[in-house]
Every structure is written in C-alpha cells, then in structure tokens.
C-alpha cells in the first residue's frame, strides 16, 4: 500500500486545560473514503482542524502527505460547517467558490482564467452553477452545502475535508449525495465528519469513531455493541440491513 | 445655493473643504464597506477616538516647543496605526478581550490627548475642531497628504479586494486556502485608521462612525456584491458631505454635525421605506 496521506502519532490535545483529544494514532491511505463519527463535542472537528494546522497539538503529530499540515495546505480542499458564516455578508456564489483559488492564483488583482474554469468545473460537478450569480445568503441550506463543497473542490485538492456535509440536507437528496461523494473518492482521499451512522455506513471504507480516544474500524466490523460504544446509551441501532452487500445502520437518537 | 456657489469660485477654502470631502469619500466607500461587513465598526470607532493623543501632541510640540513640521494630521496618522496594530496584535494573538483593550485605548486616546491640547495655549478652537470636525480649516498642505493617504487605502484596497473579502467574508477558510490571514486583518486594520484620519478633518473624531457606516449600509439595500457597495456608498457619501457643506455654509451651521444628520435622515428614509415596501409585498 502507498505512504498514508494522514498520519496522526501519540496525538493528544487540550483546550484551556481541558482533554479533547487523547493518544490518536491514525492512518489514512490514498484514495480512500473515510468518515470520523461520533457525538457532538466528542473531537471530530478538532480532529479535522488538527490536520489542517488550525489547531496544534499539544503531544504528538500530524503528517499531510509527509509535511506538516500547514505546507500541505496546497493539497487539500476544505468545507467547513458554515454555521459561524454571516447570513448577511453581500457576496456571490461565484466570489465564494472562487475564495478556494486564492493560494493559486496570482498574488493581486482580480482572479485569472484559470481560476474561473476551475471554479465553473466545481460547480458544475456539485450541480450549482446556475446558482453562480446568486447571493450567497439567499441559498438554501442545501444549496449553500454544495457550494461549500464545490470551494473545496476548486484548487483541485488532493485530498478533501468535509465537516457535517450532510447536515441540513433534504433526505430525499442523499443518494444523490452518495453518489458525488464516491465520486470525489475515486479521484481524491475524503475524509467526512458526520453524525449520522446511516449516511456513513452506506458509503465510506472506513469509520473512525472519535469521543476523545479514537478508534478505527472497517465499515463492515461497525456492530451495534460499538455504536453504543461511541454514542453511549442516546443511540439505538433501529435498522439493520444486509440488502446493499455491506452492513446498514440506521441510528437515531432516542 | 447661490451664495455657496459665488464664494466657491472666490475662496480657495471652500474649494479645499469640497475637494476633501469628495478625498474622504472615496476611502470611506472602500474601507467602510469592510468595516461594516467585518463587523469591525467598534475597533473603527475606537481607533477615531484614539487619534485625539495623536494631534493634540502634535499641536503641543508646535506651539509650546516650536516643532513647526509637526502637523497635527502628522500626530493624527501616527496614533491611529499605532491604535491599529495595537488591537490587530491582541485580537489575533493573545486572549485578552478584544472590546476591553478597544475601549481603554478609546478613552487612553482621548486623555492623552484633552491633557496635551489643556497644556497647549489658545486650545478650546482647536480641540472643539478635532472633535466635531474643521473641514472649512483644510490647508493646502492637509489636502496634498489626505490625497496621498486616499491613494494608499484605494489602490491597497482594490489590488487585494478579492485577499480583504475572503478574510472579512471567512478568515479560517482563507487561511486553510493558503493565505496570510493576519497579514491581511492587520492591513485592513491599518487602511482603516488611515482611512478614519481623513474622516476626522470632514466631520470630526466624534461623528467619524456616523460617516464610515451609514452610507455603507443605505448601499447595502441595493448591492449584490462587496464592489457594488462601495461604488454606491462612495458615490453617497460624496452627495453627503458635498450637501452638508452647502447646507450649512449659509446659515453658518457646523458643517460636520449638518453632514451627519444628513446621512442620518436619508439612512431612516431608506429603512422605512424598505420596511414598507417588504411588508407591501409580503
């Protein structure tokens, strides 16, 4: 197999003297199509942030593609939970997919040729660019979630970073969904961070249930003894179906 | 009108005072239209008041010590970078509260400065100027510098208008898309004071917000994008302070304080009259 596209050793991390993170040890391969799971404040974003260098940890490290996060930043796209974004900021959509240009194009003046067909190319792939001259606070939640995806997808990242891509989304749009998310991970690494099992379990090679410790399995070893395991006695696993090849859970908080 | 316009073709300082609030404009659109979608108007205010230590020192040093070169708009832009990179540093890189450290330099700024001017002979003209604004008191000089301080903020300002919108629009996004983030926060915080330098002389370090703000978000109601609504709240606040300068130059009103109310009326026109036209449709 390839050198890991993420290695995490011995990582563990405190915020104002509070443990988030404890003893990490991760690796992911090229092109594969992994989701980080677990409850809310458990350290999925942290996760994420750590591997971008948002955040440092305070034991261990972090490689992206061999470097340290911040000189792979070139390499990965990056969709953040778009909760903390000001609804009344006046801007486009194209003017927000074009911000994942900026570590390429020159370093002034207005965006290049270049720039723009890659922008069109990532909305296009996330079935938006009708929407190119929209405001972006008069989107739909779902819509503003793809157009996220698609800044992420503008510098042609080699890997991709997905916080909660899924929240919000209309249930109906989810296979949809799936289907564009294998479509990244054909030609990139994907890591997603999602809550919801059941979207997870359909789709990635492997789970990596994060609640301060970290603990990775195949997709097809998640039993219901682990979810429980991960979200404690909230979840219940209400579904379990063998129809599509590979194990399905749906889980619900109770 | 009449009067305004006849003394306008005779005294070179109602020509200067027009020319500095067109000067004063054109920075206010750019750097307000930040200001106002960062959220930064406080740090803005607080860099204004900030700017009192600043020329009531200079004007110290001139009259008392004889430091003729010492401009008061010279002390001006000294204290409001100086204020800038103050509060950029401590909002980026400690963990000290961002508004406690904003509100001691505010009220820091403006002692410094009430004690400079109080020491000062012959101060109660001057400091009632910088607080309410002089623009009828503009040199030739003041006018050569606030255009070079215009050109400053609008050339940096539009060369990295797509760098300033993604780190006003989402500063972790940017920096994960490769960019100098604090950098850039530091340098909008700089072109800002600048910017509130040449507000000062139009309408004084009291009324300075009024000025960067308003016309900002009347153009907010009609544009679609960042660059629209500078070009709009430029060309308004050109209308605004040209106005408040012939609206006041007959009745001898405070010039500042007639281009603030005017801002101020046409900002309540336009929220009623967009709240009407809301609840007409809906």
């Not at chain 1, 194209?94 to 911000?99: G, K, N, S």
């Not at chain 2, 230590?53 to 401009?71: C, K, Q």
């Not at chain 2, 539009?158 to 490769?178: I, K, Q, S, T, W």
């Not at chain 2, 609504?229 to 130059?249: D, P, Q």
Request: some cysteine; proline content about 3%; charged content about 15%.
């Amino acid at each position: 197999m390839s050198d890991p596209v993420i290695i995490m050793e011995d990582l563990s991390f405190s915020y104002d003297g509070h443990l988030v993170l404890e003893d990490v040890n991760l690796a992911i391969h090229e092109q594969e199509l992994v989701s980080f799971v677990g409850p809310n404040g458990g350290g999925k974003t942290t996760l994420l942030k750590l591997m971008l260098g948002l955040l440092h940890p305070t034991k261990g490290t972090v490689r992206i593609f061999g470097k340290r996060p911040q000189d792979a930043r070139p390499l990965i796209g990056y969709m953040p939970q778009h909760a903390h974004l000001d609804p009344q900021f006046p801007v486009s959509v194209m003017d927000v997919v074009l911000m994942g240009r900026l570590g390429l194009t020159r370093p002034f003046g207005p965006y290049t040729k270049a720039d723009r067909i890659a922008a069109e190319e990532a909305l296009r792939t996330l079935h938006v660019w009708d929407l190119r001259r929209k405001h972006f606070s008069a989107l739909s939640g779902g819509q503003r979630q793809r157009v996220l995806i698609a800044r992420a997808l503008a510098p042609n990242p080699r890997l991709l970073l997905l916080d909660e891509p899924t929240a919000g989304l209309d249930v109906a749009i989810e296979g949809e969904f799936y289907e564009l998310i294998r479509g990244f991970a054909r030609k990139m690494t994907v890591v997603l961070v999602s809550h919801d099992l059941g979207f997870v379990s359909q789709l990635v090679h492997k789970v990596v249930c994060v609640k301060r410790s970290v603990v990775t399995h195949a997709t097809s070893d998640i039993t219901g003894e682990i979810i429980s395991r991960v979200y404690g006695s909230e979840m219940k696993m209400v579904l379990h179906d063998r129809s599509n090849g590979g194990d399905i859970f749906k889980c619900i908080t109770s | 009108m009449y009067n305004f316009l006849n003394d306008l073709a005779r005294f070179n300082f109602l020509q200067y005072a027009l020319v500095t609030g067109v000067l004063a404009s054109v920075a206010c659109g750019i750097i307000g239209t930040y200001v106002v979608v960062r959220r930064i108007s406080f740090i803005a205010d607080g860099i204004a008041h900030s700017v009192l230590a600043g020329m009531g020192s200079a004007l110290f040093f001139r009259t008392v010590h004889g430091w003729e070169w010492v401009s008061p708009l010279y002390g001006a832009v000294a204290a409001a970078l100086v204020t800038a990179i103050i509060i950029g540093v401590v909002s980026l890189w400690t963990k000290e509260r961002e508004d406690t450290i904003i509100g001691a330099l505010w009220a820091v700024g403006m002692a410094v400065g009430i004690l400079f001017i109080a020491r000062t002979p012959g101060y109660s003209t001057d400091l009632m100027s910088y607080l309410f604004g002089n623009i009828l008191l503009v040199t030739e000089h003041d006018l050569w510098l606030m255009a070079g301080l215009d050109l400053l903020v609008v050339v940096a300002g539009v060369l990295f208008y797509n760098r300033f919108l993604a780190v006003c629009f989402d500063d972790e996004f940017a920096r994960v898309a490769g960019l100098r983030v604090e950098v850039f926060y530091l340098a909008l915080l700089c072109l800002t004071a600048l910017t509130v330098v040449v507000l000062v002389t139009v309408v004084g370090i009291v009324m300075v917000i009024a000025l960067l703000t308003l016309p900002v978000a009347i153009a907010g109601f009609f544009s679609r994008s960042l660059w629209q609504m500078m070009a709009l709240s430029a060309m308004l606040s050109m209308v605004f302070t040209t106005a408040g300068l012939v609206v006041s130059y007959e009745p001898n009103y405070p010039t500042g304080a007639t281009t603030i109310m005017i801002c101020a009326v046409a900002y309540l026109v336009v929220v009623i009259g967009e709240g009407l036209r809301k609840r007409g449709r809906g």
